[in-house]
């Protein structure tokens, strides 16, 4: 069993930048691959990013590319998102996920997570 907490979130303007965390316990993330969703009001939860157990292969969405970088230290059984000039439509409940490795190829795919933090608010205002 893994557990996720995720922190970082906060209100911020347009064009301003925050830096998600997802610490993990239970379990060590080395072997998981780990990902961020978000959840604006009344929409599906989407991808954001994701990036593979050594940390070597990140992907994300074409929505957030070149603005967010995913990144994580295994050694502290942690993930990051740093997310930078940010836009009002980045405006959602922010979620870190993990995922056994060997699912990394459906890395956009809710449903391969097995594991999901309680999230952490992001709003940009403009």
């Known amino acids: 069993q893994v557990q996720l907490v995720e922190s970082g979130g906060g209100s911020v303007q347009a064009g301003g930048s925050l830096r998600l965390s997802c610490a993990a316990s239970?379990?060590?993330?080395?072997?998981?691959?780990m990902g961020w969703f978000r959840q604006a009001p009344g929409k599906e939860r989407e991808f954001v990013a994701a990036?593979?157990?050594?940390?070597?292969?990140?992907y994300y969405a074409d929505s957030v590319k070149g603005r967010f970088t995913i990144s994580r230290d295994n050694a502290k059984n942690t993930v990051f998102l740093q997310t930078n000039s940010l836009k009002p439509e980045d405006t959602a409940v922010y979620y870190c996920?993990?995922?056994?490795?060997?699912?990394?190829?459906?890395?956009?795919?809710?449903?391969?997570?097995?594991?999901w933090g309680q999230g952490t608010q992001v709003t940009v205002s403009s």
């Open positions: 239970g379990r060590t993330l080395s072997s998981y691959a």
């Open positions: 990036i593979n157990w050594t940390g070597l292969r990140t």
């Open positions: 996920a993990a995922a056994p490795q060997y699912k990394i190829a459906a890395y956009q795919s809710k449903g391969e997570y097995e594991y």
